[in-house]
Nanobody, 121 residues
């Protein structure tokens, strides 16, 4: 499966952005999907994940209550709605596909190219 992330940009603190990740191929609905982010000089970190059915979602503590992951299997797309953004959310955001929704980036076999999110104070 090939993944294409989009929707990043520059926003002021307290603002919102919605990231999208479009997948190619007819097997999208079989994959769990995750969002990760990487800030300069830091390791890639887990943000959110969603099971293939959309029935289960998982969030990093740092984004819980502010970010929402969702998916539309008919459109082969996963979303990350980000509200109340903070400067520490600044990073390149990546979507990924794997067998099971989990926090370990090493367990995802497919990655998108990343989209930059910059939050100004």
């Amino acid at each position: 499966v090939q993944l294409q992330a989009s929707g990043g940009g520059l926003v002021q603190a307290g603002g919102s952005l919605r990231l999208s990740c479009a997948a190619s191929g007819r097997t999208f609905s079989r994959y769990a999907m995750g969002w990760f982010r990487q800030a300069p000089g830091k390791d890639r970190e887990f943000v959110a994940a969603i099971a293939w059915s959309g029935g289960s979602t998982y969030y990093a503590d740092s984004v819980k209550g502010r970010f929402t992951i969702s998916r539309d299997n008919a459109k082969n797309t996963v979303y990350l709605q980000m509200n109340n953004l903070k400067p520490e959310d600044t990073a390149v955001y990546y979507c990924a596909a794997g067998a099971v929704a989990q926090i370990d980036p090493g367990m995802y076999g497919y990655w998108g190219q990343g989209t930059q999110v910059t939050v100004s104070s």
